[in-house]
């Protein structure tokens, strides 16, 4: 690397290559000022009162002021939201990666009349715009009676999860080798207990992958709620946002606070696994 | 016994096979057959009436008033499209360009720029409807601060600038997206190629046209029909900052929210009919399919070529 770089730079001219390199450096530096200042003004504005915040919307706040978190924790129904958020997500995560693994191992391990008409089947979900048949969806849950239920959002966000988990997981699991399950065939291992001590310990790295392309969508998620979900006690974070910022919309402070409250979550679990995040949030863009 | 262990293995494949069939039969594929078939019936509210042919494409399409309800969105659909391909396509790909340098600093701007795709639509739609507040927001207070008062602008409140205003707040929010792929599209590129490049020329821009731009040609399809895909989806963003009827004046109307307001109604008419939201459903869903597989057709050629 640094041998062809020096044959660049004698080529080149060390002058022209810094003022190119300090060209894309400027646009980097500026490019992430704007994309971290509006996350920074909110996280301050969620410290400040409303008088702060018009004054001196960019100086730093005292940290100590926690009244409008406070005020948040015991006086709006925030607390049951992000309840809500971490049941739901939670539920749908477990029967994704479940049943996207259990669909994928079959495809992936067995060789069967169908295999791949099902694996078809699979993919084609993978690029239908499910928001458009919202009619028919809130009919069906509707007729099952889970309208006004969590159980609508997990079923739906399962269905979608779907198609992208078999897909990561059947390529991955096909890749695994052979010798390991044959072995513990022969020693006369019936093929549940196969799947789960052999093969099941291997294919946890595409687990992960799965988990967090799946995750934060679900997480974020606003209309599925939107249409399914009316009782206030049974919203999720981003739908319960917008109820909370109807009801505060003149107390800025309060505001900030909720989006930041809201915020925290995901930013520091993407602080501490930004490198899973990208690969994670990206995979189906990269072949 | 062999047959005996065959029919135990078959079972055991369906056990595993069914349930998460079961999943995306009844909660994708059959949905979305059935808004094919709403779209011809009359609705009654929630009731299904009689089988009217192409009523409902023909109201939607050509009757007024609402033929030039979806002729506004549906051109303000494309408009988002085109300069969301600039904004966000294009500033992600000057972008990758950079990180890909691997200049000092690249792994925390390559962290900083993904950060606002992890947020939530609605946090972002929030945020930037309180930063764009005519009086009090971050955006119009430093354009009076740093001398621009022509910059302080009411951005949601007027009709000439509230779409621009929520495309940029996309573009904020997913540029991210495309950087990284088409970054990972960078970094594939085999180094002898590139220094093949060196040898014949100096230039950058010749680097970029016939080399960069060429090789990362997957990446372009992927987030191109990515895009285009999302631009004719657009929802949350203009329900949060403009509100459902894409104020003002349905300036920022979209064929979301226009679709969402038929079949479910809005705050001034709780009017709905799933009749008309229907076809407008799949009038979006054949246009986003046919036009998605052409531009992959299209592109998938481009990049066998090279």
Do not use: C
């Not at chain 1, 006369?188 to 995750?215: C, D, H, T």
């Not at chain 2, 602008?153 to 573009?171: C, M, R, V």
């Amino acid at each position: 690397m640094s041998a062809t770089a020096t044959t660049y730079y004698d080529r080149k001219g060390i002058i022209g290559t810094l003022g190119r390199d300090g060209l894309l450096q400027i646009i980097l530096v500026a490019n992430t000022f704007i994309m971290l200042a509006p996350i920074i003004i909110m996280i301050f504005s969620a410290f400040k009162s409303n008088m702060e915040i018009f004054q001196a919307p960019f100086a730093l706040p005292d940290f100590g002021n926690v009244g409008n978190f406070v005020k948040i924790w015991t006086q709006t129904n925030f607390v049951r939201y992000l309840f809500n958020s971490f049941l739901v997500t939670g539920s749908s995560m477990v029967l994704i990666l479940t049943l996207g693994t259990m669909a994928a191992y079959a495809i992936a391990r067995y060789q069967f009349f169908g295999a791949s008409f099902i694996l078809m089947f699979f993919i084609a979900g993978l690029t239908l715009p499910l928001k458009l048949a919202i009619i028919p969806l809130f009919m069906l849950m509707r007729d099952i009676g889970i309208l006004n239920n969590q159980l609508s959002l997990i079923f739906v966000y399962t269905a979608m999860g779907l198609p992208t988990t078999v897909f990561i997981m059947t390529g991955f699991i096909r890749t695994l080798p052979n010798e390991l399950e044959d072995a513990a065939r022969m020693d006369g291992a019936s093929e549940a207990r196969i799947m789960w001590s052999v093969m099941l310990p291997l294919v946890r790295p595409a687990m992960v992958i799965a988990g967090i392309q799946n995750v934060v969508p679900i997480w974020n998620d606003f209309f599925f709620p939107l249409v399914f979900i009316q009782n206030d006690d049974l919203k999720t974070l981003p739908q319960g946002l917008t109820t909370f910022m109807g009801e505060y919309n003149t107390d800025w402070g309060v505001l900030f606070s909720g989006l930041t409250l809201s915020a925290a979550p995901i930013i520091l679990i993407y602080i501490v696994l930004s490198r899973q995040f990208i690969s994670g949030m990206t995979s189906g863009a990269i072949k | 016994m062999a047959r005996l262990r065959l029919t135990g293995r078959g079972m055991w494949i369906t056990a595993l096979i069914v349930p998460p069939l079961a999943f995306v039969a009844l909660f994708i594929v059959y949905p979305i057959i059935s808004a094919f078939a709403y779209a011809f019936y009359d609705w009654q509210g929630l009731l299904r009436g009689d089988f009217v042919w192409f009523d409902n494409f023909h109201k939607v399409l050509f009757v007024e008033p609402y033929a030039s309800w979806t002729r506004n969105a549906f051109t303000h659909n494309i408009m988002v499209f085109f300069a969301l391909m600039v904004l966000q396509n294009g500033v992600g790909f000057l972008l990758a360009y950079a990180l890909w340098r691997e200049l000092p600093g690249a792994r925390f701007h390559r962290i900083a720029v993904f950060l606002p795709v992890v947020l939530s639509t609605i946090i972002v739609g929030y945020l930037w409807k309180l930063f764009l507040h005519p009086l009090f927001g971050v955006v119009n207070q430093s354009a009076r601060a740093i001398g621009l008062p022509w910059l302080a602008q009411p951005w949601l409140g007027q009709d000439s600038t509230a779409l621009w205003a929520l495309i940029f707040a996309n573009a904020w929010h997913m540029v991210g997206f495309p950087t990284l792929v088409f970054l990972a599209g960078m970094q594939r590129i085999p180094t002898e190629i590139l220094d093949a490049v060196r040898m014949e020329t100096q230039s950058e821009w010749v680097k970029i046209r016939k080399i960069v731009w060429p090789l990362v040609a997957p990446s372009a399809t992927v987030v191109f029909v990515l895009l285009f895909v999302g631009a004719f989806n657009w929802f949350e963003l203009p329900y949060i900052m403009a509100g459902l009827d894409g104020s003002p004046y349905g300036s920022t109307d979209v064929l979301g929210l226009y679709f969402y307001r038929t079949a479910f109604g809005n705050v001034s008419s709780g009017q709905q009919d799933f009749g008309l939201g229907s076809a407008l459903a799949v009038l979006i869903f054949v246009f986003i399919a046919a036009v998605a597989s052409v531009i992959t057709v299209r592109l998938r050629a481009r990049e066998i070529q090279v």
